[in-house]
């Protein structure tokens, strides 16, 4: 995940050292993600949460080539990995999806199975991404678990939140692994993993979530059409709805998720195929 090309120059080899260190610090957080086959950068964003500064686009841009060089490598070689990263825009559907916009000239191939996300929480933020014959749609996902650590982070608040975007068989399961007397951060760390397996599926589909109080666009979904089991062997989605119609719209049969975290943070990953 953490392997760069032989090319690296500029930005994006500072960008990429930078999340060498990152990946090393935080591999308990990377070991779910590492059998999915997407390149991870993993990147600091000091002050964020202090500043409530937003992810600079330029920055972005750097952060999908360098993630893009790192998921073509296998099948380009390092060295056309990075040339072709680099003639790479980021741009964005009418719903909002990051994409990777190629200048022309680039096999079909790579149009249509080159696949790229974002996330950040706490001080940091990830760039993935991921190229294969039979993806149709990559999200990742980044939860800071110092922040559900708060006051606010009760029993019953905790219960209240799950009822309002988990359904109810998921909702049943989840409150039999989080009984209200059992201790909170358990609690806590396992909604972050239903959330965020939501998230990332929901940038999967190209779509974001539906939350309410102006989170969500029009063709968003909402997080009770998409059921995760966090602790299954078979880590397969469930989608319904609107959802279930958006995955078949994008030519896909399955969501697979994958999710693993550390003492400060939790990262999830959907795949579609």
């Known amino acids: 995940m953490s392997e760069g090309s032989t090319q690296d120059e500029g930005p994006i ?18 070991t779910g993600l590492e059998a999915a086959g997407a390149a991870v950068v993993w990147l600091p964003f000091p002050g964020a949460r202090r500043d409530r500064r937003p992810v600079d686009r330029a920055d972005s841009e750097i952060a999908m080539r360098a993630a893009c060089r790192l998921a073509l490598a296998s099948a380009l070689g390092a060295n056309e990995a ?18 990777a916009v190629w200048p022309g000239g680039e096999p079909a191939w790579l149009r ?15 760039a993935a991404a991921a190229c294969a014959a039979d993806l149709r749609g990559l999200g990742i996902d980044v939860v800071h678990l110092p922040r559900l650590a708060g006051r606010r982070w009760t029993a019953g608040y905790l219960r209240r939140l799950a009822a309002r975007v ?45 939350l309410g109080i102006g989170i969500g666009r029009p063709g968003s979904v909402s997080p009770r059409e998409v059921s995760a089991s966090p602790f299954a062997d078979a880590r397969i989605l469930t ?9 078949a719209t994008l030519g896909a049969k399955r969501a697979e998720g994958h999710w693993s975290a550390d003492n400060e943070y939790l990262l999830s990953l959907v795949l579609l195929r």
């Open 13 to 30: 080899a500072g960008m990429l050292c930078a999340s060498r260190a990152l990946c090393l610090r935080h591999a308990g957080a990377l």
């Open 82 to 99: 990075a040339r072709m990263a680099d003639r790479l825009r980021l741009g964005h559907t009418a719903l909002g999806q990051p994409v």
């Open 112 to 126: 249509r199975d080159l696949h790229v996300s974002f996330s950040h929480d706490g001080e940091a933020r990830l």
């Open 166 to 210: 988990m359904g109810e068989e998921e909702l049943r399961r989840f409150l039999a692994c989080a009984p209200p007397d059992g201790p909170m951060p358990d609690a806590a760390r396992l909604f972050a993993a239903h959330f965020a397996l939501k998230e990332a599926a929901s940038k999967a589909l190209g779509t974001g979530l539906r």
């Open 239 to 247: 989608l319904r709805g609107a959802a279930a119609a958006r995955l």
